[in-house]
């Protein structure tokens, strides 16, 4: 197996695929949004519970590939109790190691997502269920990677 | 015995080449096809010696590249064996000649309640442009269902009697699917839809470049397709249409080109097919369309067919040796096309695709412009490899044992 694609594949995305966290639907959720990549049929959705500004539980359903599964679970982790400001704060970061490769300062395992980078085809698939999340905490219903070119 | 021709590779530049450090193995041939040296040369050729703007000019090379131009829909019209070249109208390929039928001949004939009648294997192509015409018309859509779980069935012919009623106008169906490698029974489903009156549309996107089609042996009104699946370049494709229908059509676009007379006020147009190609057409890629039918004549079409077939057999019998696959479309021992689409349980189409990659394998992952079916089969996508001239059996065993890499890998 190449260098990159094992970057790509790492264990942290492996174990999150294979054993997604906070999956399904959230009964208590007070928002959700939903994401789908029209090119290639991906698809998530993710519910919160926000608590004034904080995001009290956080929860993902979808069907996608291993990167766009993993991402939105690693995610849920990440953004449970985190405020509004603290979120867009960690997707900024997220963004930037998946456009660019560049491991985050802090250790975390965000920074197994830097092979991203080298398939630039599969960055919609890491960035679908932030998008989601964003626009849940927006309060907007639906979202398309298509249109959120950025 | 697999059916090769000596050398055919080396008709194809873009083979030659290394992906990932391995020798490139091309089976993504349903989205497009290569192109053979000569249809390349043949573009190259017509812009250093004959490019000039068609059916204008009274000069040398305006007449050579009007000269190639209607040569070349002469040869497109012998290769799908219309009964006159006016038949076959230059479109950008499948898609713009589905919208032109939909818009053009639907827009006169379409009124509320009538039925458009397509299949629920149609490509999003032969089905948005039916909704848009249906939405403006007040018409409405109806489904020919497939059957089995994974369309093993194909299309459920025993329920189209009961679908064809008064109100049905048009049936639009595809002649292969592209998700699938069903192979439609097209002359059946004509002469069906003929005895009650019926409009018929072909999509032949993904039958033109790899088996014999006849127009007037399948009976049909209208057939799309596109020339870059057929060894042909990319924006040029026709449409084929009866001659007495295209004659009672309104224009789909208006400009210059078509019109026979024109005042500030009113226009009148020409005949087929100058009445359906408004502006400067695509006379240089059409010229290379033109070339590319030769090219796979000399192959032989029905060689072609019977070369994709061996392929398409030999890779579902191998693959179907994997563990927790699921392959879609006609099973073994009935006739399928030169593809075949397949899903794993755990490991997502777009991932098998990376891992094919690496090892220099071009495959398709995703729902195939195929939406609806994909849903109703709870699929959200399928792996496709597709076969043509080129391949080989070799490569099929390089795709084997990448697939073997990446369950492994998964640990599927
Ligand atoms: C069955 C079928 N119909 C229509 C099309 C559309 O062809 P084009 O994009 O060349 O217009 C395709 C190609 O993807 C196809 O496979």
């Not at chain 2, 996107?205 to 127009?215: E, R, Y």
Request: with cysteine; aromatic share 8%.
């Amino acid at each position: 197996m190449s260098a990159d694609l094992s970057e790509l594949y790492q264990q942290v995305i492996l174990d999150h695929n294979k054993r997604p966290r906070n999956r399904g639907k959230l009964p208590t959720a007070n928002r959700v949004a939903h994401g789908d990549n029209p090119s290639c049929g991906d698809q998530c959705s993710v519910y919160l519970r926000m608590d004034g500004d904080k995001i009290a539980d956080i929860s993902f359903d979808g069907s996608g590939c291993a990167i766009s599964q993993a991402s939105a679970s690693l995610m849920t982790t990440l953004l449970k109790g985190k405020s509004s400001a603290e979120a867009a704060e960690l997707y900024k970061n997220f963004h930037e190691i998946v456009t660019t490769g560049k491991e985050p300062e802090e250790i975390s395992d965000i920074a197994a997502f830097a092979g991203v980078h080298a398939f630039p085809a599969r960055i919609k698939c890491a960035t679908l269920g932030w998008h989601a999340a964003i626009e849940a905490m927006k309060g907007g219903p639906n979202i398309t990677t298509e249109s959120h070119i950025d | 015995m697999m059916t090769t021709w000596t050398n055919v590779r080396h008709d194809f530049p873009i083979l030659h080449q290394q992906v990932k450090g391995k020798p490139l193995v091309y089976l993504d041939n349903a989205a497009t096809a290569q192109k053979p040296k000569v249809v390349i040369d043949a573009l190259s050729h017509f812009y250093e010696r004959d490019n000039a703007n068609v059916h204008r000019g009274l000069h040398t090379l305006s007449n050579r590249a009007t000269d190639a131009y209607e040569g070349a829909r002469a040869k497109v019209a012998r290769f799908v064996n219309a009964a006159d070249s006016a038949e076959i109208i230059f479109t950008r390929g499948t898609t713009e000649s589905i919208n032109l039928v939909a818009a053009s001949w639907g827009s006169a004939n379409l009124k509320a309640g009538d039925v458009i009648l397509l299949t629920e294997m149609e490509h999003h192509s032969n089905l948005v442009p039916w909704q848009l015409i249906a939405q403006r018309t007040g018409a409405k859509l109806r489904y020919v269902p497939v059957l089995g779980p994974n369309v093993e069935g194909g299309l459920d012919l025993a329920a189209l009697d009961g679908l064809l009623t008064p109100e049905v106008k048009v049936f639009a169906f595809t002649h292969v699917s592209n998700s699938t490698g069903t192979i439609n029974p097209v002359a059946e489903l004509c002469a069906k839809a003929r005895s009650h009156g019926i409009v018929t549309v072909i999509d032949a996107a993904q039958s033109i470049g790899h088996m014999p089609v006849d127009v007037r042996a399948i009976g049909c009104d209208f057939l799309a397709f596109s020339g870059h699946k057929m060894a042909g370049v990319t924006g040029i494709g026709a449409l084929y249409g009866r001659r007495e229908l295209l004659d009672a059509m309104p224009p789909y676009q208006g400009g210059g080109g078509m019109i026979s007379q024109v005042e500030f006020f009113t226009a009148r147009w020409k005949p087929s097919p100058e009445r359906f190609e408004a502006g400067t057409p695509n006379f240089a890629d059409a010229v290379a369309l033109g070339v590319a039918c030769d090219y796979l004549d000399g192959l032989g079409r029905d060689k072609i067919a019977a070369h994709d077939h061996q392929l398409a057999k030999l890779a579902y019998e191998k693959l179907a040796t994997l563990p927790g696959i699921r392959l879609l479309g006609p099973g073994l021992g009935q006739e399928r096309s030169g593809l075949v689409s397949f899903s794993f349980a755990d490991v997502h189409a777009h991932d098998v695709v990376t891992f094919a990659d690496e090892d220099g394998i071009a495959l398709r992952g995703g729902h195939h412009c195929n939406q609806p079916l994909m849903r109703k089969l709870g699929l959200t996508g399928t792996t496709r490899a597709s076969f043509y001239v080129y391949n080989t059996a070799e490569e099929i065993d390089v795709l084997v044992a990448n697939l073997r890499k990446t369950l492994k890998f998964f640990g599927a």
